[in-house]
C-alpha cells in the first residue's frame, strides 16, 4: 500500500474538494439551497442542486484531462474543423450530416479517461483512442485533450437540440464554430450566448469560412462578431477567423486551445462559472436584503422587546353564527361603543339596528323573563335556539362601568 493518492484514486466529491477555495464554494452553494427549503420555489432549487452535484462530480474526475467541446450549426463547418484539429477524417460532412444524434470523442491520454467519459455519457463505439495509433506528434501536443464534435444545435432533429445542451453544461471548454451567413443568428445568441454570462472564460469563437469572405472586410466582420458577443454579456471572449478547408488560422486555433488546456484552470474556471451563474438564480429569487435590516426581522425583534399585547376587547372577536348581526346576537359592548360619543339627549340608533316601525321599543329590564329561547330566533329561522342572554346592565367597574356611565350621560337607554 502507498501513503498517499496516485492519479487514479476517485475519492468521493466532499473529500476531493474540501479545504479549497472552490469546494467551499460548492458546499456553500449546497447549504444554501437546503436553507432555501420551503421559501424559494423548488424547481429553481432543484436546477441550483443539479449544478452543485454536476460540480462535485466533475472535480471529482480526472484532473489531468480538459473536455472540450466542438459546436456550431449547420454548415458552419463544425466537423471540417474537428476533423483539421485531429488529424482524422473521423466526423462526416456534406450531406452524410446529421447521421447520429450521438457525439463523438477522440482521447488523447486514454489513461483515466475511461470514468470522465462514461460521466459524459459517450457510447464506446463513438470513442476513439489516439493511444493506439501511431501519431507521436499529436499525442505529444493534445495530451489530456478530450475532444467532442456534438450535433449541430440548430437541426431539426430535437435529439440532437438535448444532446447539445447536455453536453455544453458540462464541457470544460466549448469552441463555438460560426460562419458569415449565420454568425448573428439569434438560435445560438438567445439560447447559448446571452445565458453564458459568467462562463465567457470557457468560451472560444472561431468564425469559419473567413476565405468566401473578401480580405478588406474580413476584420469588420470579426469586429461585428465581437460587438454581438459584447451585446450578449460577453465582452471577454476571443474570436478568431479560420477556414477549415483552406487551413487558414488553423494554427492559431490549435495554439488556442493549447494554451488553455496546459494552462490546467479550464475545469476549475468551468466549475466557479457554474457555480456563479446557480448562486445568481438562487439570490435573485431569494433577494439580497441583509436578514438583520429585514422587515420579518425587525418584526421578530419587535416581538420579543415588547411584552405580549393584552387580549382583544370582546367586541371585535367575531361570531360564528350566521344571523349575529341581528337584534338577538348584539352585545352590549357594541351598543355601548356606538352610544359613548353622542352629543344629544335622543337616543343613538345603532347602525345595524332594523328601520323604525313606529313602535317603542322594550327595555331588555322589563320584558318577560319566561319568554322561551326557542321562540326568541332570528329573522326567518322560526324555533332557531338562542344563546342565553346575559344580565344588564353589568357591574359599574372597569371598562365596563366607564361605558354604562357614557351611555347615561349620552341618554342612550340601558337596554
Known sequence: MTDGLDDQTQVPGDLATRGTPIGDRVAGLGQAVEAARGRVADALLDDVAAAVDKSTGRLRLSARHTVVAIAGATGSGKS???NALTGLELSSVGIRR?????????????????????????????????????????????????????????????????????????????????????????????????PMGTHQDVILVALNHIDTVPVERRQAMVDDVRRLLAEDGLPGVQVLPISAKEGIGMAELRAE????????????????????????????????????????????????????????????????????SGRAGRSPGRRSRSCAGARTTLP????????????????????????????????????????????????????????????????????
Open 80 to 82: 471540417s474543423t474537428y
Open 348 to 415: 343613538a340608533a345603532h347602525p345595524r339596528s332594523p328601520p323604525s316601525t313606529g313602535r317603542r321599543s322594550t327595555p331588555r329590564s322589563v320584558r318577560s323573563p319566561t319568554r322561551s329561547p326557542r321562540a326568541s330566533g332570528p329573522p326567518g329561522r322560526p324555533g332557531s335556539a338562542m344563546p342565553p342572554r346575559r344580565a344588564w346592565p353589568p357591574p359599574a367597574t372597569g371598562w365596563r362601568g366607564a361605558c354604562t356611565t357614557s351611555i347615561s350621560a349620552a341618554g342612550c337607554p340601558p337596554g
Open 98 to 194: 446529421p447521421t447520429t444524434s450521438w457525439a463523438t470523442a477522440v482521447v488523447w491520454g486514454s489513461e483515466g479517461a475511461g470514468e470522465l467519459l462514461e460521466w459524459l455519457g459517450i457510447p464506446p463505439r463513438h470513442q476513439t483512442m489516439r493511444d493506439s495509433m501511431l501519431d507521436t506528434r499529436s499525442e505529444s501536443e493534445f495530451d489530456g485533450v478530450v475532444l467532442l464534435d456534438l450535433p449541430d444545435h440548430d437541426s431539426t432533429e430535437v435529439a440532437h437540440h438535448l444532446e447539445v445542451d447536455r453536453l455544453v453544461a458540462v464541457a470544460d471548454l466549448m469552441v463555438w464554430i460560426l460562419d458569415p451567413q449565420k454568425y448573428a443568428d439569434a438560435a445560438v445568441h438567445d439560447r447559448y450566448f446571452k
Open 257 to 324: 486551445i493549447l494554451r488553455r488546456v496546459n494552462d490546467k484552470r479550464s475545469t476549475s474556471l468551468r466549475v466557479e462559472a457554474d457555480i456563479a451563474a446557480a448562486a445568481g438564480r438562487l439570490e435573485q429569487a431569494g433577494g439580497t436584503t441583509p436578514p438583520a435590516s429585514s422587515p420579518a426581522a425587525a418584526w421578530r425583534r419587535s416581538r420579543t422587546a415588547s411584552p405580549t399585547p393584552p387580549a382583544s376587547p370582546r367586541w371585535w372577536r367575531a361570531s360564528s353564527a350566521p344571523w349575529a
